[in-house]
């Protein structure tokens, strides 16, 4: 059992013939209470200072478990923004290729096309002198056996040589050309 200082202070002591002078018992005493008082009151005080200080404790472990969880939320939130970041870079990445490959197929298809243009213009072309060439020859010989006079006669060759002239000049640099000029040409085509 644990004494008080109340418990110490109203204890008494039976008298004999012979005990203790009464009044240095009772100065003892007296001190004695004071003192163990004091400590008792300290000790009071040191419980509840722990008390306090294990319920901070408590409080201090709550807080360091909150901020553990959010840490590791962090880290599973950051890892899941980076594993996000790098499928959408892959998915750009994907859609860039596709769109790469598409829009050279068509530049493709139509670099063909302009090809496959250029080489029926070309036999068009070709096609197109055969039957000029062909009609400038029967206009000469139908000038021969009109019997138009010589001077007239040397006119009619010397514009179909120029005539001649200008189609090879014309075939020479048609390669470059952007085909004007072979529409004028072309319209007496529809003649023969």
Request: proline share 1%.
């Amino acid at each position: 059992m644990t004494l008080t200082p109340l418990d110490i202070q109203k204890k008494e002591f039976r008298k004999s013939f012979r005990g203790y002078s009464e009044e240095e018992v009772d100065d003892f005493l007296e001190k004695v209470t004071q003192s163990y008082e004091k400590l008792y009151k300290e000790n009071q005080e040191l419980k509840d200072e722990v008390k306090f200080l294990r319920e901070k404790l408590r409080e201090y472990q709550e807080l360091e478990t909150t901020l553990k969880k959010a840490i590791i939320l962090a880290e599973k939130a950051a890892e899941d923004l980076k594993r996000n970041a790098e499928k959408e870079k892959e998915l750009i990445i994907k859609g860039a290729q596709v769109k790469a490959e598409e829009m050279l197929e068509k530049a493709r298809m139509e670099c063909d096309a302009l090809n496959k243009r250029y080489e029926e213009l070309k036999v068009q072309f070709q096609l197109f002198k055969t039957r000029f060439l062909n009609f400038l020859q029967s206009q000469i010989e139908l000038v021969n056996s009109s019997g138009l006079e010589e001077e007239e006669e040397e006119k009619v060759e010397v514009c179909v040589k120029e005539a001649a002239v200008a189609l090879d000049n014309e075939e020479e640099g048609g390669d470059q050309d952007d085909g004007g000029g072979q529409e004028v040409v072309g319209g007496g085509d529809n003649s023969l």
